[in-house]
């Protein structure tokens, strides 16, 4: 499950980069959502350096998305209380960073992984949780 968890201290586009994300699953479908998080972060340089007004609608046009129904979407405001509900669970549970997981184990038992891990942390992590009865 992805969540959104925008910084606004450090990342005062997160919101509208995470409202664009759900206009193009809304506009494309899960599969949309996706391509869109992937080449976001492709072509974003870090923290608050992208031109969002002419990257989102660029990406939103690669993904063959209709233009003027996605920067309507983009205005509407119909994610903000979505996206708010995520942060305020990220908050609740003990999220400070991103990225951020918790993996779920069988028990329910729940593990968390914060920072960007490479993947023998991960697995590692996964495999524990898969133990857990």
Do not use: M
Request: with cysteine; hydrophobic share 40%; charged share 20%.
């Amino acid at each position: 499950i992805y969540r959104h968890f925008p910084l606004d201290q450090i990342h005062t586009k997160a919101r509208k980069e995470a409202t664009a994300s759900e206009c193009a699953a809304e506009l494309g479908g899960p599969e949309a959502f996706w391509k869109f998080a992937d080449r976001f972060y492709e072509l974003t340089p870090s923290n608050d350096q992208t031109d969002i007004v002419t990257v989102l609608p660029q990406i939103a046009r690669a993904l063959g998305l209709d233009e003027s129904q996605f920067a309507s979407c983009l205005t509407s405001g119909k994610y903000d209380k979505h996206i708010e509900e995520d942060y305020q669970n990220a908050i609740a549970i003990g999220g400070v960073g991103t990225p951020w997981n918790i993996i779920a184990a069988p028990n329910g038992k729940k593990y968390s992984l914060a920072g960007g891990q490479p993947y023998s942390a991960v697995k590692a992590l996964i495999d524990v949780a898969l133990q857990q009865k």
